[in-house]
């Protein structure tokens, strides 16, 4: 793989540098000042809700748009300053699929390899490649208008791929793709950072971020709100909740006095919602989930059914923002572990 050199005053330790970035769109603050590292290597990912920045960060960063103030440094190139060595060291999955319409996809992903100055043979190569990653080898010779959605998406990014960028952007690069699919480019993502790549991902899916990234920066009405490791972000929403529906509803109370006496590790509260005949206990990690119903198990207590819930997009905004969560407040009784 080939990286291009960076300049001497670049950073070392990251791969991309933002600081400040502002863009406006009329009267709409695109991005409002945000800052943000990705470290060389790791795979940052970007959360936000519609509207709140995420492929106006992505173009800027791509050069495709003009910041209005800020800086932001790429692979040690300014992207205003230094455009054009930068285009060559990013690939760029757009949130919206680019290929070209008429071509096969064996074409299209091989005119990318040429225009990034692949040798024909090593083109080809790469072309075939990358098609049988992405499981489009059987549809290679068709015009890309012919392609589904989730090939074509399968198809823009394995042209993002073909010249082995050292920092690459995708722009939710799996919303509308079936489970399968989006476990391949789960796959193709991480074997890309095994390789030494740094990858900026914006996406709406908890599961995807906590598949592949190792910090989230969560931006909101063109702001950073939140940022840090995915465990950290995870705790301060409080990870998932158990619910426990024992046999006999009767016996909520005492089984969340005995857990609050259980006095187990990271195990910060119960709540008992005597209306819905539930308890609700936080949960961060599987050995806790394994104590907590060996807990209910060991003093005897029924239970009908029991099932783990993880926080949504929503509710980790709604934390982040320090807003309540619906589960608190119908909570009609809290025992403090
Ligand atoms: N070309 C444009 N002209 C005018 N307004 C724009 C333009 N592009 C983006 N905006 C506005 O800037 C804001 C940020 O948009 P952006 O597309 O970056 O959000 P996003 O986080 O990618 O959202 P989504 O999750 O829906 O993709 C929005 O209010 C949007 O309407
Ligand atoms: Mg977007």
Known sequence: MTRIDKNPDGGKDNAVEVRGLVKHYGETKALDGVDL????????????????????????????????????????????????????????????????????????????????????????????????????????????MQYSGGMRRRLDLAASMIGQPAVLYLDEPTTGLDPRTRNEVWDEVQRMVAEGATVLLTTQYMEEAEQLANELTVIDRGRVIANGRVDELKAKVGGRTLQIRPSDTAQLPAMARVLAEAGLDGVSGATVVPDEGLLYVPILSDAQLTAVVGVMGSHGFGIAHIGTHLPSLDEVFLAITGEKTSVSDTTEEEVAA
């Open 37 to 144: 590292d990705v470290r060389e290597g790791t795979v940052l990912g970007v959360l936000g809700p519609n509207g709140a920045g995420k492929t106006t960060l992505v173009r800027c960063l791509s050069t495709l748009v003009t910041p209005d103030a800020g800086t932001a440094v790429v692979a040690g190139y300014d992207v205003v300053k230094q455009p054009r060595q930068l285009r060559r060291t990013i690939g760029l999955t757009g949130q919206y699929a680019s290929v070209d319409e008429k071509l096969s996809g064996w074409e299209n992903l091989y005119m990318i390899g040429r225009l990034l100055d692949l040798p024909r043979r090593a083109a080809r190569q790469r072309a075939d490649e990358m098609l049988e990653r992405f499981s489009l080898t059987d549809a290679a010779k068709r015009p890309a």
